[in-house]
């Protein structure tokens, strides 16, 4: 896994020794069910976690650099989003970050340092991100970050009790974020 740096943040693997950080932010209700889990009971499930993060290899751990912390996790996960266009290489952005640090840009930044990556390094056509319909603060990064809204549909989330909720989905380009990035 090639790590990724930004202004203020370090994306890289996962680490075992990452798990109070993760378990930090992962207990808190205000993160998990916004992104369709439930609070981790404790510091061994967030353990237990951090092996399935290691294993998959396509999520990051958030690392701010100026505390040498995990501060939340991104992931530039094998999603056909749309059926239609799926001869197009493209990956679906996922993030997570501790509430501590919500309001000071880290999720934008870390957005923008995986879109760059994944259109220069790994060549992708196009990269996905979505939020559910009560996660206003993804809505807002997922604009700021120049994802473009394409479709909702609705989701049974099976880690949070199987409650159905309406997922919106956004996409950008490469061609968008070359644009974009010119300006």
Known sequence: MQRVYTERLLLREWKETD???????????????????????DE???KEIIQLFIESKDTYAIELCSENKVIGGIGLHERKTDETISHLRQKEIGYVLNP????SGFV???????????????NLDLIWCGHYDFNHNSK????KCG?????DKRVVLDRLDSKEVTCLYYNISK?????????
């Open 140 to 143: 807002r990064v997922n604009e």
């Open 147 to 151: 994802f473009k809204y394409r479709f």
């Open 44 to 46: 061994n499930e967030s």
């Open 100 to 103: 501590k640090y919500w309001g």
């Open 19 to 41: 798990f109070k950080d993760l378990y930090e932010y992962a207990k808190s209700d205000l993160v998990g069910p916004n992104a369709g889990w439930k609070p981790h009971q």
């Open 175 to 183: 061609t968008e974020f070359q644009a974009a990035s010119n300006m």
């Open 108 to 122: 934008p930044e870390a957005v923008n340092g995986l879109l760059k990556f994944g259109f220069e390094e790994l």
